[in-house]
T-cell receptor, first 112, second 115 residues
Framework: ETGVTQSPTHLIKTRGQQVTLRCSSQSGHNTVSWYQQALGQGPQFIFQ???????GRGNFPPRFSGLQFPNYSSELNVNALELDDSALYLC???????????FGPGTRLTVL | AQSVTQLGSHVSVSEGALVLLRCNYSSSVPPYLFWYVQYPNQGLQLLLKYTSAATLVKGINGFEAEFKKSETSFHLTKPSAHMSDAAEYFC?????????????FGSGTRLLVRP
């Protein structure tokens, strides 16, 4: 059984660009949540997808968008990147049977 | 609105000493509470969770936490610190227990273990 995987590991972008981060959920999990962790802070909830539908959103602007695929993998898209978007982006998956999120290793995004 | 406060951004203990990491929560509904650990350059690993069952919760690696409603606290303890416990610890409260937990995290406490 594989855990939650994320790609890429690291990414460097410039202001104004767009980025797509990817997450493969743990086998058997149908829910994916995304979190942003700025340096020295706790993770902040961005949004959650349950069975391919958005199921809750945190206090993030619309330029943060997501998608969940039929195999329950997920993408996080960020448009018009800003310097403050530099952070570790964490994906977490869970299931109906065990709802506690399991986290992936994260993608470190640097915006220059 | 739900929130979590972790007192002390850094806690330093000697190897073999008691570990106490403090967490207070605010919630208008019965809370679901969690402790996660984060090692350098890694994601978050669940240590333990409270979901309205026993108030004393035992987790992995010898950690435990006690839910105290009267004090709105969920402090994390370990009787004897080990060097491998050095990491960042996050307390979190769930925004809901519907389909899945959406977590609100505290700002974290970095645990340093002195030899």
């Amino acid at each position: 059984e594989t855990g939650v995987t994320q790609s890429p590991t690291h990414l460097i972008k410039t202001r104004g660009q767009q980025v797509t981060l990817r997450c493969s959920s743990q086998s058997g999990h149908n829910t994916v949540s995304w979190y942003q962790q700025a340096l020295g802070q706790g993770p902040q909830f961005i949004f959650q997808y349950y069975r391919e539908e958005e199921n809750g959103r945190g206090n993030f602007p619309p330029r943060f968008s997501g998608l969940q695929f039929p195999n329950y993998s997920s993408e996080l898209n960020v448009n018009a990147l800003e310097l403050d978007d530099s952070a570790l982006y964490l994906c977490a998956s869970s299931s109906d049977g065990f709802k506690v999120p399991f986290f992936g290793p994260g993608t470190r995004l640097t915006v220059l | 609105a739900q929130s979590v406060t972790q007192l002390g951004s850094h806690v330093s203990v000697s190897e073999g000493a008691l570990v106490l990491l403090r967490c207070n929560y605010s919630s208008s509904v019965p809370p679901y509470l969690f402790w996660y650990v984060q090692y350098p350059n890694q994601g978050l690993q669940l240590l333990l969770k409270y979901t309205s069952a026993a108030t004393l919760v035992k987790g992995i690696n010898g950690f435990e936490a006690e839910f105290k409603k009267s004090e709105t606290s969920f402090h994390l303890t370990k009787p004897s610190a080990h060097m491998s416990d050095a990491a960042e610890y996050f307390c979190a409260v769930s925004m809901g227990a519907d389909s899945s937990y959406k977590l609100i995290f505290g700002s974290g406490t970095r645990l340093l273990v002195r030899p």
